[in-house]
């Protein structure tokens, strides 16, 4: 405990600590810690899984009092952020209670009144606050700590109008925090308006290149998904996780990857919170080896323990590759992100090659049995079922060479 309390936080949290079995501080909590509790604004680059929760949250269990209003406001891109960080803080404020919670939508908003009336720690996604600012259910009159988790996802969602307008409720003589995996333009132009004299800190990236391998198969459009259930059989895996670009697709992966007998669950934004939320502790606790998700639906999640990534569809926006491949070889654990090219990938996939510092090394396509595959019965060419060309030898410039950046 004296790596952490050297950083000055008090002896409640340390208990709360302690009992976590946290040996020492992250790179991020060792860096910035001590500048918050000393109530400096701050802008940190930090990644999902980084520590920064307890970063921020050192500085509001330190600083808010039990029934004086709400005092600290966490602004998070997601639902499941949202959930994840007051449970957290619920977890560090054991021994110094503070009334935390959640606000998002997707859920009643009734039940949301009641626990605002004794709130001390609002966590919550812009709309929802917004909602409740607009009845004038939430009053931020009384905050002194304003965190923005995952600034760089909130505005990539096209929240930055809606996060302005939540700023402008709090007092001007408040803490402002900012924590973003990268300094974008609506960051530094958030940071510019609306922080003081803000103190830039960095943490190195939370996954270990050097344990990171990233590959890429060349696959015929109707072999894709065949491919993918022949790589779960016979890979060793810990959990995975595979990517789709829509809701529809990853529903689609999901239900088929359940008929050839692979324990895997979907998550999107068209789920239920409730839906959401079981799916998660099904993937936590191991009662499920695979997680189709969409990218929005996997913003914020700290899950631990990934060790494949797959990207069955090649994400549309090329930064949007390297938040995927981070879910895998972090904390020194070894992880491999496996990309499966058809025809309809070649564009998105030159994009993330072309705009990223990544070296992906080409496999030969496995000899491979079809696998079963129920396809809806209004899209007979849905899931990367259609017909194409599989030229297993050469890469979509005609080059039989790995893709290198």
Do not use: W
Request: with cysteine.
């Amino acid at each position: 405990m004296e790596y952490f309390r050297k950083l000055g936080i008090i002896e409640p949290i340390l208990q709360s600590i302690k009992e976590e079995q946290f040996e020492k501080p992250s790179e991020i909590q060792e860096k910035s810690i001590p500048t918050i509790l000393s109530g400096m604004d701050v802008i940190a680059g930090s990644a999902t899984g980084s520590g920064k929760t307890l970063a921020f949250g050192a500085a509001i269990i330190q600083n808010c009092e039990r029934g004086n209003g709400i005092q600290a406001l966490v602004l998070v891109p997601t639902r499941e952020l949202a959930e994840q960080n007051a449970k957290a803080l619920r977890k560090f404020s054991r021994y110094k209670p503070l009334a935390i919670t959640a606000i998002y939508g997707g859920v009643s908003i009734n039940p949301q009144f009641e626990r605002l009336k004794t709130a001390d720690v609002v966590i919550g996604t812009p709309g929802r606050i917004l909602d409740h600012i607009d009845r004038r259910t939430i009053r931020f009159d009384r905050v002194k700590i304003l965190v923005l988790d995952e600034a760089d996802r909130m505005f990539d969602m096209g929240f930055i109008d809606d996060v302005e307008k939540i700023i402008r409720q709090c007092p001007q003589k408040r803490q402002t925090l900012l924590f973003s995996a990268t300094i974008t333009r609506d960051v530094a132009h958030i940071a510019r308006r609306y922080m003081k004299n803000p103190v830039e800190i960095s943490a190195e990236n939370y996954v270990d290149p050097k344990k990171l391998r990233q590959v890429y198969y060349d696959v015929a459009d109707n072999m894709k998904f065949s491919l993918l259930v022949h790589l779960l059989r016979n890979e060793r895996t810990g959990l995975v996780m595979v990517f789709c670009n829509t809701q529809r697709n990853t529903d689609f992966v999901a239900e088929n990857l359940r008929l050839n007998g692979l324990k895997a669950l979907a998550i999107h934004g068209g789920l239920s919170q409730d839906k959401r939320t079981r799916t998660l502790e099904q993937f936590h606790s191991n009662k499920i080896d695979v997680l189709v998700c969409t990218d929005v639906a996997a913003r914020g999640l700290d899950i631990k323990g990934v060790s494949h990534i797959y990207n069955y569809d090649s994400p549309k926006e090329s930064k949007q590759y390297i938040h995927r491949i981070g879910r895998t070889a972090r904390a020194g654990h070894e992880g491999i992100a496996i990309n499966l090219i058809s025809s309809r990938d070649y564009e998105n996939f030159g994009r993330v090659l072309r705009d990223n510092d990544v070296n992906v090394e080409k496999q030969q396509t496995p000899q491979m049995e079809r696998a079963r595959i129920k396809v809806p019965a209004q899209n007979r060419r849905f899931g990367g079922f259609n017909r194409g060309r599989n030229n297993p030898s050469n890469d979509r410039f005609g080059r039989n060479r790995p893709y290198r950046r």
